[in-house]
């Protein structure tokens, strides 16, 4: 029966292949629109994804995208967002937001970190203010970001954790979890609105463990029992080895509801989401194919390019001939490559656009194979091809001919 | 009579006022499209618009815009460029392009320069390769970039200059425009293409002379005799009182033949270009736009906006209310001011977005105003309306109030 106190600002529709461990498609409805699932969530930390336009993202098929609790909080804070009418309008995206809690930022980006029962106290990265982050406190800064999809504030121990550790983490994610539970009551008693005159948005609980997979199966049930309207899997590629990864999203999956939107946070790789979408999992967000692109690496189906590299001095070609997006269709090899080595900004921009396009593309044709039940093989193929193409790239890079600048 | 050596890749046809220093409106042909004058070109140094793509310039009005023979020169090459199909492929622009003869860069960007009759000899700020730039090789660069405008290379002294130093740079500047006639008639002779297979673009010479109303008269009048299809005014705006600056530019409107186009290059401030239209000039370039606005000053009807400014803090209107930029039609003070605190590169992009739109916009008003007779009263208005604003901004920096960061 269903929790009466948490916000159910979700409805989440299944429309592929409905197994607990098997690729699914399906759709996500919230506050601000559609999402068809699996989803990659671009990361708009500071309220923008990172050399970006709202109309570029949208270009480029985005459909929810994530942004930093933690930074916002800090600057310019949430009373100021709400002030200027909800983080929707603030960075002018008119289409679903997810929200983290703040809470693994705290831990990867500050210096002084007490995490009591309470909650977790730091110091801003930013001017060192005492800032203190409760499970609470939390949500009422996603509601005040006017967010489509809150996270819940959760602990989320490295890698690798000693089994206490690890126990400890998913004791206090839990007894926060309901804790947060009521605090969602108290503020649906309350009436309390978005900024923008909505209900607040619908909350996710994040499944900890480590890759201990009987306590990843016992998180996943005890939360399950708060029935939250969707599940994070948290703590996961943090240095772990990739088949204990797959094990752990797979022993989760066994366990959590399969009509509830499953999101495998901060991953990844092509090859990782795709293979995680087969065991699974609905919705992915990272840096990945943002922070790499500033730096000059973007993401082909035969893995990355390097930007920089000499080989691509005289190239006609775009970095990806079967890609549809602006930079591919206007720009060479040759011209992204003088515009690295140049520091003009037009580069970063060109390799992000195509990156989050060239990642777009791929959720987009695992959607479709997922509906015609050709997922298998796509998927079989794709990590064939991307496979093949990182092994030639590693190949030239031993053998230096593609290390000259 | 014309002179058959010069290559006349262009058609200028005047609409508007003809009188030698009052505002004309015109329509300038060049081998990549149309352009109508009185016109604005943002500079794009390294083939870049910094932080613009091609779209977003052809969305802000630009007609042309003007790249850089110095920064080409050094990094890519033009061997490189014209391997690549030109400039225009390179850089996925399509409309025409100006290029400057890359004299002016060497004298203000090198260490040791050396003139001579034959030419300048630099040490590359790259790499400190040395280089040469006569006339002859400034204009096979330009043909080898695929230019529709190339620019003769002239001699550019500082302000101030003795009379001595002044005279020099006029002769030889004369000097290279009749060496530079005679070689374009060897490449005319030779059947030269560019690598789009065109015949190689159009040439102005450029008129130097300092503050000496004399000297610049007589330079125009000896430039004139070789027949060039456009003439530039150049050397001014180098930090001469602006009575001097626009006494120069009248004097030397009055000689040159008023059925081709004037350039006064590095022009300028928008209220600069708007008197230096009265004073019957056709085209300008200036980095002001672009760069201010990367450093976080853009230009409005009113004067220059500082976007850092706490003013801003939570003011949600648009940099300029009657802009109709993508930056304007979608984003808030506040949103801008976060971005720049916050370093995004989106600050820079929007803001650019927004100056380039502003200086384009300025120019199709001026063109209306000047094809429907209305240009004097235009022009009084817009001077005033800019006048108070900036009046406004430097008292209340003086009172300090926009002095927190």
């Not at 409805?29 to 709202?54: E, I, N």
């Not at 797979?250 to 092509?270: F, S």
């Not at 840096?287 to 500033?294: E, G, S």
């Not at 796509?378 to 890079?397: K, P, T």
């Amino acid at each position: 029966m269903a929790n009466r106190d948490l916000n159910r600002a979700l409805r989440f529709t299944l429309r592929g292949t409905a197994a607990a461990v098997s690729a699914r498609s399906g759709v996500l409805d919230l506050a601000h629109g559609r999402v068809a699932t699996p989803a990659f969530m671009p990361v708009g930390t500071q309220g923008t994804v990172k050399t970006m336009t709202p109309r570029e993202l949208e270009e480029a098929g985005v459909e929810i995208l994530l942004a930093n609790t933690y930074h916002l909080l800090l600057r310019p804070g949430p009373e100021r967002v709400a002030r200027l009418g909800g983080l929707h309008r603030f960075m002018g995206w008119p289409r679903p937001i997810l929200t983290d809690s703040g809470g693994y930022q705290v831990l990867s980006l500050t210096d002084r970190v007490g995490i009591t029962d309470e909650g977790v106290r730091f110091r801003s990265h930013l001017d060192g203010a005492l800032v203190e982050l409760t499970p609470e406190r939390a949500l009422d800064v996603q509601i005040a970001l006017g967010s489509d999809v809150m996270m819940l504030l959760d602990v989320c121990p490295p890698y690798p954790s000693s089994p206490p550790a690890l126990r400890a983490a998913v004791h206090r994610t839990q007894a926060w979890a309901v804790r947060s539970a009521a605090h969602l009551g108290a503020v649906r008693e309350e009436g309390r609105l978005t900024p923008a005159g909505r209900r607040p948005g619908a909350v996710f609980a994040i499944v900890q463990g480590g890759v201990d997979l009987d306590l990843r199966q016992a998180a996943a049930r005890d939360l399950t029992a708060l029935d939250y309207p969707g599940y994070a899997l948290g703590g996961l590629m943090v240095g772990e080895p990739k088949t204990a990864t797959f094990a752990a999203v797979a022993a989760v999956n066994e366990v959590l509801p399969v009509d509830r939107p499953r999101y495998l946070m901060g991953v990844g790789a092509p090859d990782d989401i795709v293979r995680a979408v087969g065991a699974g999992v609905d919705l992915f967000d990272c840096v990945l194919p943002t922070r790499n692109a500033r730096n000059g690496t973007v993401f082909t189906r035969r893995g990355k390019i390097v930007i920089k590299n000499a080989a691509w001095k005289d190239d006609p070609r775009p970095i990806d001939e079967r890609c549809r997006c602006y930079a591919c269709a206007n720009f060479s090899r040759a011209y992204l490559r003088h515009l690295f080595h140049s520091g003009e900004i037009l580069g970063p921009r060109l390799a992000t656009l195509h990156s989050v396009s060239f990642y777009l593309a791929m959720m987009a044709e695992m959607r479709e194979s997922i509906g015609d039940g050709t997922f298998a093989r796509w998927s079989a193929d794709f990590l064939a091809e991307y496979a093949a193409g990182e092994a030639e790239r590693r190949e030239r890079l031993a053998a230096g001919r593609t290390a000259e600048p």
